[in-house]
């Protein structure tokens, strides 16, 4: 795959769509010195949803829904990994470690699609999650016979690397399945109003700045250091886009 379909590739599907040819091959004639330029062109168009061309009825709402879910499940992830210290949780037994979720499990119900409860519409969406729901079903099912298997016990080598590998492949696997299966259901099921979009960005947006500041009350009688800093700082610039975009709805219809 050319550099030029890569970068283009980062624009929202509507901007691809209208003028993906005309940066595919602006891009390709440049050369390298473009690609700064091109990428952070994406990167504020992500947050000006207002912008986008729509070449479908609600093309915009349905690719925001789908792209907050996605922003979320990546986020959760790099957090998995980098939070050893467990200052972020999802805990409810640790209320103190685990306010972010509030804002962003708000937001996310705010930005999900629902049906509208018409039988053949119920009919469609229950096949699309099943046939969704299962390689991920299996892939976590095959994950928990590990983890209560004797391979776990005591790994080492090159068993405890496929492991770990395995362990992350499989949540990763499980959150890319999750947002395919959502884009699927948001062209069949009603897509949340304009205004619930907006709030939910939002909030997503607020519980992300949340989880930053939690992180960094934490740090405070720890003392900071480069991971945990580093967390802090994407925090901050995903909550930031993530508030910008949901604020440039304000003009879209529904």
């Not at 925001?64 to 980098?82: D, I, K, P, W």
């Not at 996310?108 to 229950?126: D, K, N």
Request: hydrophobic share 55%.
């Amino acid at each position: 795959m050319k550099a030029s379909e890569v970068l283009c590739g980062l624009y929202p599907p509507a901007v691809r769509q209208r003028w993906g040819a005309d940066i595919g091959r602006e891009v390709a004639e440049s050369g390298i010195r473009a690609w700064p330029d091109t990428i952070s062109g994406a990167g504020r168009l992500w947050m000006r949803p207002g912008d986008w061309p729509e070449t479908a009825p609600g093309q915009t709402r349905q690719v925001v829904v789908v792209a907050l879910f996605a922003l979320t499940a990546v986020v959760s992830l790099l957090l998995r990994a980098a939070d050893t210290a467990g200052r972020l949780t999802t805990d409810v037994q640790r209320p103190l470690t685990s306010l972010w979720v509030v804002p962003v499990g708000v937001g996310l119900w705010l930005a999900a699609p629902w049906p509208s409860w018409r039988w053949a519409e119920l009919r469609a969406l229950a096949g699309q999650v099943v046939l969704g729901l299962v390689a991920p079903t299996v892939a976590f099912l095959a994950m928990l016979l590990i983890a209560r298997s004797a391979l776990v016990e005591q790994p080492a080598g090159v068993l405890r690397v496929a492991l770990v590998a395995y362990y992350w492949a499989t949540l990763g696997f499980m959150a890319y399945s999750s947002c395919r299966l959502l884009a699927r259901v948001a062209r069949i099921a009603r897509l949340p109003s304009a205004g619930r979009l907006r709030a939910g960005a939002q909030l997503i947006g607020v519980g992300l700045a949340l989880a930053a500041a939690q992180n960094l009350l934490a740090m405070m009688g720890t003392g900071p250091d480069p991971g945990s800093l580093t967390v802090v700082l994407v925090l901050v610039l995903v909550a930031a886009g993530t508030i910008r975009a949901g604020r440039d709805l304000q003009g879209q219809a529904g």
